[in-house]
């Protein structure tokens, strides 16, 4: 059975880093690609990073570019999510999310197939 472990989240203030890692029970995580997502209170689940099996590729949402790097780990079987100049509007629980979908990129969320229980991100203004 597939497992997704978060960690990393908390409170942080305006324009800090956060480093969110996610582990992840499975033999051949090397063939999923991995994404991150999120959702805010009173929101829908959002894309937020995604990264390709190889770790070759990574796509993000607007919202972030420029501010989140994903990455992953094939020895360790654990995809990061590097936060910097963070905002109160990114204020979340944040979910790492595995596919095999060749439409991972999309961030579209029935393309994944196994989501992690998520770890909170708070950023105070």
């Known amino acids: 059975q597939v497992q997704l472990v978060e960690s990393g989240g908390g409170l942080v203030q305006t324009g800090g880093s956060l480093r969110l890692s996610c582990a992840a029970s499975?033999?051949?995580?090397?063939?999923?690609?991995m994404g991150w997502f999120r959702q805010a209170p009173g929101k829908e689940r959002e894309f937020v990073a995604a990264i390709s099996w190889s770790g070759s590729s990574t796509y993000y949402a607007d919202s972030v570019k420029g501010r989140f790097t994903i990455s992953r780990d094939n020895a360790k079987g654990t995809v990061y999510l590097q936060m910097n100049s963070l905002k109160p509007e990114d204020t979340a629980v944040y979910y790492c999310a595995a596919s095999t979908s060749g439409s991972y990129y999309s961030g579209v969320i029935s393309v994944y197939d196994y989501w992690g229980q998520g770890t909170q991100v708070t950023v105070s203004s």
């Open positions: 499975i033999h051949t995580f090397r063939r999923y690609a």
